[in-house]
């Protein structure tokens, strides 16, 4: 079950740099645009990421991709090396891209 708002408000709280895009962006603007996941786009730093690592720990975060579905283990180091992110949680899909200004 996606659980979109829960997520959005454990980016907000924890000060995670971000901007949402795709389905629920068009949601919030009044698109009848069904979706299964977050889109967002973020400064892939290693800041970044430890703040939205730090916020779903207790969800368990585990590539969406990978087969089987693996914890996320590298540090915020290498995450922030990546331009695409597809994560499962307990909360439901996300998946990041980067880019530079937020």
Request: aromatic residues 10%.
């Amino acid at each position: 079950m996606q659980r979109t708002p829960e997520i959005l408000t454990l980016l907000l709280d924890a000060q995670v740099q971000f901007v949402i895009i795709g389905g629920v962006a068009a949601v919030a603007h009044g698109s009848a645009t069904f979706t299964l996941d977050l889109d967002i786009v973020a400064p892939f730093t290693e800041h970044n990421f430890t703040k939205l690592f730090d916020a779903l720990a207790p969800y368990h975060p585990r590539y969406a991709l990978a087969v089987p579905k693996r914890p996320v283990t590298e540090p915020p180091t290498e995450l922030a090396t990546y331009q695409n992110l597809y994560l499962l949680t307990d909360l439901g899909r996300l998946h990041g891209a980067a880019c530079w200004h937020v």
